[in-house]
């Protein structure tokens, strides 16, 4: 499958997901879905992208893949930040008395900002990098920036993981799909990364 066709398929298969745990099983109204629907359809979208562009085998899919995965990313933090509020985020990010961030929620922010300025480093480097030069950008760093993600969203929605009864249509949370993708999509990386080193020795 090019790299095209699968941005839009993971694309439209996390807008669906989304949709329908929301809106459709949810209680979101229709009215979310140009900002709060999207911006998880993105989110999702861009940690798979940017998975399966470091095990992809063919350098100018990868960096293709790299590129979609930085667009969703960078999406998902534009919209992350017109939602940023305590009306939609008061008992995950702020505190209930003064509005401050919690402890947690400052994490979150912290890992989510770091994945953003290592996706910036990726994008730089892939934009001065020759085609087919090299079948790594930057050694590890799209491991790192899923285990980034993994971070992030676990430390925003681990307190729904146990909470079966309360999901909508017993749809398991995003954050929780995008933690356990993010965890094997790093696991497959490395080992991928790793296996012409084995076959060496």
């Known amino acids: 499958m090019t790299p095209i066709r699968t941005a839009l398929v993971t694309i439209i ?3 669906l997901y989304a949709v329908i745990r929301y809106n459709i099983a949810g209680d979101v109204p229709w009215n979310q879905f140009p900002i709060f629907i999207v911006n ?9 992208l940017l998975g399966l562009a470091g095990i992809n085998n063919s350098v100018e899919n990868r960096h293709r893949l790299g590129l979609f995965a930085s667009a969703c ?20 990010f702020f505190q209930a008395n003064d509005n401050t961030f919690t402890v947690i929620g400052g994490f979150a922010l912290l890992c989510g900002a770091l994945g ?29 920036l899923l285990l980034l993600a993994a971070a992030h ?15 909508p249509g017993y749809l398991p949370p995003i954050t929780l799909i995008m933690f356990i993708i993010a965890i ?5 990386n490395h080992r991928k990364k790793r296996s012409p080193r084995s076959q060496g020795h």
């Open 13 to 15: 298969i996390s807008l």
């Open 40 to 48: 998880k359809a993105t989110a999702s979208s861009g940690v798979i």
């Open 153 to 167: 969203v676990s430390l925003i929605g681990f307190r729904t993981w146990t909470q079966w009864s309360q999901w």
């Open 184 to 188: 094997g999509l790093a696991v497959a």
């Open 73 to 92: 990313l960078s999406l998902h933090c534009l919209l992350s930040l017109m939602l940023l509020s305590p009306a939609n985020f008061g008992g995950e």
């Open 116 to 144: 953003l300025l290592g996706q910036a480093v990726l994008w730089r480097r892939s934009m001065n990098t020759v085609p087919n030069s090299s079948p790594s950008l930057i050694n590890g760093l799209g491991r790192i």
